[in-house]
T-cell receptor, first 116, second 111 residues
Framework: DTGVSQDPRHKITKRGQNVTFRCDPI?????LYWYRQTLGQGPEFLTY????????KSRLLSDRFSAERPKGSFSTLEIQRTEQGDSAMYLC??????????????FGPGTRLLVL | QQQVKQSPQSLIVQKGGISIINCAYENTAFDYFPWYQQFPGKGPALLIAIRPDVSEKKEGRFTISFNKSAKQFSLHIMDSQPGDSATYFC??????????FGTGTSLTVIP
């Protein structure tokens, strides 16, 4: 399977704990995006990387959230001191943006987080 | 502020009927408009996309109609099937930037 993969698929944690999610993009893709999706809503942009550089962060991304893409391949999203409001599906998408081409984002299956 | 407004929130269609989902935007910098299909527990999957230099794009039973002057675009699903039952999201982006998604339409196709 050469699609976007995410791990874990489900995570249940207690309020105040830290959690980390991993995303493995399609191998030749240079862009990687993190989104958050709550029930009945569309994905909301959190942040994105081009190679290892984090180019943009949403205002939704509080200082409890941090994302890394150390070698321009996989990425991690960490949430510190989780709150019940962090419960959501966290989606990763990757794309290959080349000059003159149209970017298409391919999504992973998501990590569903439940904070008790 | 919702950058892309999508309607209806839910839609019920008989098998063989036409499903129509509408989206509107304000940002004239948007130049790529994809539609995604999402099944429960899965990530969104690209269905079809259009650029504003064309008014219509068709792929199989799926058609996007685009009205640049009205800043509206819609998805038409012809001959709707029960397997099309899913949530559909429109999105828009200025090329090379983040995607803005609509709030989704839950489609149910009744056999």
């Amino acid at each position: 399977d050469t699609g976007v993969s995410q791990d874990p698929r489900h995570k249940i944690t207690k309020r105040g704990q830290n959690v980390t999610f991993r995303c493995d993009p399609i191998s030749e893709h240079n862009r990687l995006y993190w989104y958050r999706q709550t029930l009945g809503q569309g994905p909301e942009f959190l942040t994105y990387f081009q190679n290892e550089a984090q180019l943009e962060k949403s205002r939704l991304l509080s200082d409890r959230f941090s994302a890394e893409r150390p070698k321009g391949s996989f990425s991690t999203l960490e949430i510190q001191r989780t709150e019940q409001g962090d419960s959501a599906m966290y989606l990763c998408a990757s794309s290959s943006l080349t000059s003159g081409a149209q970017e298409t984002q391919y999504f992973g299956p998501g990590t569903r987080l439940l904070v008790l | 502020q919702q950058q892309v407004k999508q309607s209806p929130q839910s839609l019920i269609v008989q098998k063989g009927g036409i499903s129509i989902i509408n989206c509107a935007y304000e940002n004239t910098a948007f130049d790529y408009f994809p539609w995604y299909q999402q099944f429960p527990g899965k990530g969104p999957a690209l269905l079809i996309a259009i650029r504003p230099d064309v008014s219509e794009k068709k792929e199989g039973r799926f058609t996007i109609s685009f009205n640049k002057s009205a800043k509206q675009f819609s998805l038409h699903i012809m001959d709707s099937q029960p397997g099309d039952s899913a949530t559909y999201f429109c999105a828009a982006t200025p090329t090379g930037n983040q995607f803005y998604f609509g709030t989704g339409t839950s489609l149910t196709v009744i056999p």
